[in-house]
């Protein structure tokens, strides 16, 4: 089956401007979680959508933000684009919330480049 | 493909032998651990897990063995290929608060297999 789909792969931003990324997971996957990866940051995770609703957050300020679709298809957003935020966005889905051990697949990212 | 991993701690094996990357979690609560192997370019793919219930679990080619008194993660690859060639990254995660798409990424190990 297709794994996690993320879109675009490629985008060029300017500073103060918004994007939205978007992912859809492994079928039948209904828990999305978005990371981003930075080269002196390393995998930052952002946060966590399972049936819906956001599961949990990391520490990033308000300008990120995202959500889940009733398809479990999610979407993240970044307003008021700052240089900092240039960085590989990646999406990973798992089949549940709440219970570890169960796999959590990454896709191949968005490269944003806010400039 | 782009490079996200600079500046990591580097691993260089010849073809045919075994390697071992090591990696210490942060947080003795956490219950699951993941391995990722990313390759230029591409988001992180799975290659093994294990639970903190258990201290060595095979995969094809590829150990993890779990410390947890020293908290401790390594990967074993046996008969390293030219195809091995990545940064391999150790998660943990913490199933507290019921969300386990929340992991916590070590800095990543570039290995480089050379023929």
């Known amino acids: 089956k297709a794994g996690v789909t993320q879109t675009p792969r490629y985008l060029i931003k300017t500073r103060g401007q918004q994007v939205t990324l978007s992912c859809s997971p492994i079928s039948g996957h209904r828990s999305v979680s978005w990371y981003q990866q930075t080269p002196g940051q390393g995998l930052q995770f952002l946060f966590e959508?399972?049936?819906?609703?956001?599961?949990n957050k990391g520490n990033f300020p308000g300008r990120f933000s995202g959500r889940q679709f009733s398809n479990s298809r999610s979407e993240m957003n970044v307003s008021t684009l700052e240089l900092g935020d240039s960085a590989l966005y990646l999406c990973a889905s798992s089949s549940r919330a709440g219970l570890t051990g169960n796999t959590i697949y990454f896709g191949e990212g968005s490269w944003l480049t806010v400039v | 493909g782009e490079s996200v991993g600079l500046h990591l701690p580097t691993l260089s094996v010849q073809e045919g032998d075994n390697s071992i990357i090591n990696c210490a979690y942060s947080n003795s609560a956490s219950d699951y651990f993941i391995w990722y192997k990313q390759e230029s370019g591409k988001g992180p793919q799975f290659i093994i897990d294990i639970r903190s219930n258990m201290d060595k679990r095979q995969g094809q080619r590829v150990t993890v063995l779990l410390n947890k008194t020293v908290k401790h993660l390594s990967l074993q690859i046996a008969a390293t290929q030219p195809g091995d060639s990545a940064v391999y990254f150790c998660?943990?995660?913490?199933?507290?608060?019921?969300?386990?798409?929340?992991?916590?990424f070590g800095k990543g190990t570039k290995l480089s297999v050379k023929p």
């Open positions: 959508y399972f049936s819906e609703t956001q599961r």
């Open positions: 998660a943990e995660n913490i199933s507290s608060g019921g969300s386990q798409g929340n992991l916590i």
